[in-house]
T-cell receptor
Framework: GAVVSQHPSWVICKSGTSVKIECRSL??????MFWYRQFPKQSLMLMAT?????????EQGVEKDKFLINHASLTLSTLTVTSAHPEDSSFYIC?????????????FGPGTRLTVL | AQSVTQPDIHITVSEGASLELRCNYS??????LFWYVQSPGQGLQLLLK??????LVQGIKGFEAEFKRSQSSFNLRKPSVHWSDAAEYFC????????????FGTGTRLLVSP
């Protein structure tokens, strides 16, 4: 149990286009989902926290108009990178939590590698 | 603010040898501490966690970690490393609600030599 999927696993896009990444909790209801960004050989940096049905809470320095997060259901959250530029190239990882009795443990998706040309 | 330091960027261990990965944290209250493992191109898998109680915690895959408040440390250990343990290991500290608002260290890459 506690499986989180991401789609796509990798994507290449042209500069200026938008890219949508999906994060799904496959076997549990995720009341909270988190989006992280990981640069090569660096740690994960939390970008935003989203609760189902609410606006996402962004970390300091993360542009909310550039990284649009939607958490419309208890099993799906999406991250849209708008007007992507090469500096947005990174590994994006989502996690989901919400299992009662699990101490709100975060379960991580496999990540999406975004390359912007 | 919370912070996590993993002083070793990478470590090479011979297969069958013991392993210790270091982690130091900074947090004002009793911390919630975690170790995650990340294989290339994949997401994170929780190895073990410390919330309270026994300071020596057992995890999956034969790993254990010991919480030492006096040293602000939560080092990860394994008595005998297998080649499949080669991966990136992240220590993390959580806030008052445990898993929420995780702050990760910069990671230690483990290489296993034959």
């Amino acid at each position: 149990g506690a499986v989180v999927s991401q789609h796509p696993s990798w994507v290449i896009c042209k500069s200026g286009t938008s890219v949508k990444i999906e994060c799904r909790s496959l076997d549990f209801q995720a009341t909270t989902m988190f989006w992280y960004r990981q640069f090569p050989k660096q740690s994960l940096m939390l970008m935003a926290t989203s609760n189902e049905g609410s606006k996402a809470t962004y970390e300091q320095g993360v542009e909310k108009d550039k990284f649009l997060i939607n958490h419309a259901s208890l099993t799906l959250s999406t991250l849209t990178v708008t007007s992507a530029h090469p500096e947005d190239s990174s590994f994006y990882i989502c996690s989901a939590s919400g299992r009662v009795g699990q101490g709100n443990e975060q379960f991580f998706g496999p990540g999406t590698r975004l390359t912007v040309l | 603010a919370q912070s996590v330091t993993q002083p070793d960027i990478h470590i090479t261990v011979s297969e069958g040898a013991s392993l210790e990965l270091r982690c130091n944290y900074s947090y004002g209250a009793t911390p919630y501490l975690f170790w995650y493992v990340q294989s290339p191109g994949q997401g994170l898998q929780l190895l073990l966690k410390y919330f309270s109680g026994d300071t020596l915690v057992q995890g999956i895959k034969g790993f254990e970690a010991e919480f030492k408040r006096s040293q602000s440390s939560f080092n990860l250990r394994k008595p005998s490393v297998h080649w499949s343990d080669a991966a990136e290991y992240f220590c993390a500290v959580g806030g008052v609600t445990g898993f929420q608002k995780l702050v990760f260290g910069t990671g230690t890459r483990l290489l296993v030599s034959p």
